[in-house]
Nanobody, 121 residues
Framework: QVHLVESGGGLVQPGGSMRLSCVASGDIVGIYGMGWYRQAPGKRRELVATMTSSGIPTYADFVEGRFTISSDDGKTTMYLDMNSLKAEDTAVYYC???????????????WGQGTQVTVSS
């Protein structure tokens, strides 16, 4: 089994910064990509940022240079550094990893439990 554990959410004032972390553990043979999604109340889950297994990032248009996705050398810990936060960034943030396990099948997507980010004064 693969486990993802997120941390780092909470309350932050507009214009502030926050770092989210996601740790992947368990039966990991290969990591084929990773990313962050978010879901605000009453809205669909949307992509925030992704990173390929070779470390190439992509971002949603609304990020506008404010967020940075990164990982440690082993790629089992992923971060989302968020700056210049706005009220509209308020959402539950989910990490996702595409991982191959020892079962020999195709890589599968695994989701974190979600962490609440609230941007408010």
């Amino acid at each position: 089994q693969v486990h993802l554990v997120e941390s780092g959410g909470g309350l932050v004032q507009p214009g502030g910064s926050m770092r989210l972390s996601c740790v992947a553990s368990g039966d990991i043979v290969g990591i084929y990509g990773m990313g962050w999604y978010r879901q605000a109340p009453g809205k669909r889950r949307e992509l925030v940022a992704t990173m390929t297994s070779s470390g190439i990032p992509t971002y949603a248009d609304f990020v506008e240079g404010r967020f940075t996705i990164s990982s440690d050398d082993g790629k089992t810990t992923m971060y989302l550094d968020m700056n210049s936060l706005k009220a509209e960034d308020t959402a539950v943030y989910y990490c996702i990893y595409r991982i191959a396990d020892s079962g020999g099948g195709h890589p599968a997507d695994h989701w974190g439990q979600g962490t609440q980010v609230t941007v408010s004064s």
